[in-house]
Nanobody, 123 residues
Framework: VQLQASGGGLVQPGGSLRLSCVSS????????MGWFRQAPGKEREFVAG????????SYADSVKGRFTISRDNAKGTVYLQMNNVKPEDTADYYC?????????????????WGRGTLVTVSR
């Protein structure tokens, strides 16, 4: 499985950005998906997760109410809508496929990872 994340870029504080993650295999629609991020000098952290059918989502406390994860299984794509971004959201963002159907935050439960897409929040 290959995952391709895109949509990163430079955005001002308070602005919005939408990240996309496309899977190379339709079978990814049977798996939960997650977004993680890693800022310079920091460990990778969970951002958001979604179950295989999109019925349940989970978020890190730091992004609750600002970010929304969604998926379109017909297109094999997972999205991360980022609103009201803050400078501390600056990081490389990675999408990952869960080994199961859940929306959990454990990176060890994610078997496949895409390359990161860089989000920079700055004036």
């Amino acid at each position: 499985v290959q995952l391709q994340a895109s949509g990163g870029g430079l955005v001002q504080p308070g602005g919005s950005l939408r990240l996309s993650c496309v899977s190379s295999r339709r079978t990814s629609s049977n798996n939960g998906m997650g977004w993680f991020r890693q800022a310079p000098g920091k460990e990778r952290e969970f951002v958001a997760g979604i179950t295989w059918n999109g019925s349940i989502t989970s978020y890190a406390d730091s992004v609750k109410g600002r970010f929304t994860i969604s998926r379109d299984n017909a297109k094999g794509t997972v999205y991360l809508q980022m609103n009201n971004v803050k400078p501390e959201d600056t990081a490389d963002y990675y999408c990952a496929q869960n080994r199961g159907v859940g929306a959990g935050s454990d990176s060890l439960r994610h078997a496949y990872w895409g390359r990161g897409t860089l989000v920079t929040v700055s004036r």
